[in-house]
T-cell receptor
Framework: DQQVKQNSPSLSVQEGRISILNCDYT??????FLWYKKYPAEGPTFLIS?????DKNEDGRFTVFLNKSAKHLSLHIVPSQPGDSAVYFC????????????FGTGTKLQVIP | DTGVSQDPRHKITKRGQNVTFRCDPISEHNRLYWYRQTLGQGPEFLTY????????KSRLLSDRFSAERPKGSFSTLEIQRTEQGDSAMYLC?????????????FGSGTQLSVL
């Protein structure tokens, strides 16, 4: 049962343009959502999070939007930079008070110079 | 370097052999996690420690797998009688609690190949 889904395995964007990565979820009990970024041969790195009581969270070039009625969230990166090229995972922790996190399958972003 | 450290980075073994991985978390973090990632998938939760206590184990963690955190600091993950299906990246993470949930800090992982 894939509770967090990323349906686009890859995305290519020109440098300077906006990157939009999408994520859908099925469990309406998730309290908050996370985005992680992963470079090859490295572990995932936390990028940004959003509480389920909010619909937007912004951190510099990164903004996450949450649409609870659609059970959908998206990560916007603007402007995109070549260093943003990585795999991006959408994730959500279970409600156990610790990080038993369900990750999506990831979207590989390539930012073309 | 104060990040999460994992050793070894790569391990190649023959089917049926035992392997052990080590994780050194960030020193002030009292929560430690093991995840496993296979090709084309996101990381999957394996187990979680609060200090030295192992508080949850995923059903993915068969009885061939054992994890310990003897003094609440470093942790080891042992796989006995390895199978080809165990081939994966094994990720360790430690965590810091934030106002909005926790933040996991992952190590670079141990890539296991079972031949």
């Amino acid at each position: 049962d894939q509770q967090v889904k990323q349906n686009s395995p890859s995305l290519s964007v020109q440098e300077g343009r906006i990157s939009i990565l999408n994520c859908d979820y099925t469990n309406s009990m998730f309290d908050y959502f996370l985005w992680y970024k992963k470079y090859p041969a490295e572990g995932p790195t936390f990028l940004i999070s959003i509480s389920s009581i909010k619909d937007k969270n912004e951190d510099g070039r990164f903004t996450v939007f949450l649409n609870k009625s659609a059970k959908h969230l998206s990560l916007h990166i603007v402007p995109s930079q070549p260093g943003d090229s990585a795999v991006y995972f959408c994730a959500a922790p279970s409600s156990g008070g610790y990080q038993k996190v369900t990750f999506g399958t990831g979207t590989k972003l390539q930012v073309i110079p | 370097d104060t990040g999460v450290s994992q050793d070894p980075r790569h391990k190649i073994t023959k089917r049926g052999q035992n392997v052990t991985f080590r994780c050194d978390p960030i020193s002030e973090h009292n929560r430690l996690y093991w995840y496993r990632q296979t090709l084309g998938q996101g990381p999957e939760f394996l187990t979680y420690f609060q200090n030295e206590a192992q508080l949850e184990k995923s059903r993915l963690l068969s009885d061939r797998f054992s994890a310990e955190r003897p003094k609440g600091s470093f942790s080891t993950l042992e796989i006995q009688r390895t199978e080809q299906g165990d081939s994966a990246m094994y990720l360790c993470a430690s965590s810091l609690v934030l106002p909005v949930g926790e933040k996991l800090f992952f190590g670079s992982g141990t890539q296991l190949s079972v031949l």
